[in-house]
């Protein structure tokens, strides 16, 4: 590739080159960002600062599962382990996972901490609820 260079007060301002030349180099930059981006992302799992979460976990989620009984359930706990952990019932954990009561923050917060999740991964809205 042998590009056009354009001058400006005798220094380079500009380099011309065929179409083709530039989509090949659009696209190599592209693959060079999610090259890096993918190796951020192994650095991230293996410093434990990342999980890498099943496809059975986000489909179950994606098809409306209760969030709270979905990590539950991933995280290997029963309802009373974890009802037990954030000193509720085991009731209660099961009213929330049914969508028949709607969790304090408090305790929403309790079982973010608990299940290792952001709050927001668990946070169910009435609009969320009804679409289930």
């Not at 009213?95 to 991964?121: F, M, Y």
Request: hydrophobic residues 45%; charged residues 35%; proline residues 4%.
């Amino acid at each position: 590739m042998k590009p056009q260079i354009i001058r400006k007060e005798g220094k380079p301002e500009y380099a011309v080159i065929p179409y083709d030349e530039y989509r090949r180099l659009v696209e190599d930059a592209e693959m060079l960002a999610d090259v890096r981006d993918f190796d951020a992302a192994g650095k991230a799992v293996a410093a434990g600062e990342e999980e890498l979460i099943p496809a059975e976990v986000v489909d179950r989620l994606l098809d409306g599962e209760n969030p709270v009984r979905v990590w539950r359930e991933y995280r290997g706990l029963s309802a009373a382990d974890l009802a037990k952990a954030c000193a509720v019932t085991a009731a209660a954990i099961s009213q929330i996972e049914s969508g028949k009561r709607q969790s304090s923050v408090a305790l929403l917060k309790k079982i973010a901490r608990i299940l290792n999740v952001d709050l927001d991964t668990l946070a169910v809205t009435e609009d969320d609820s009804q679409a289930a």
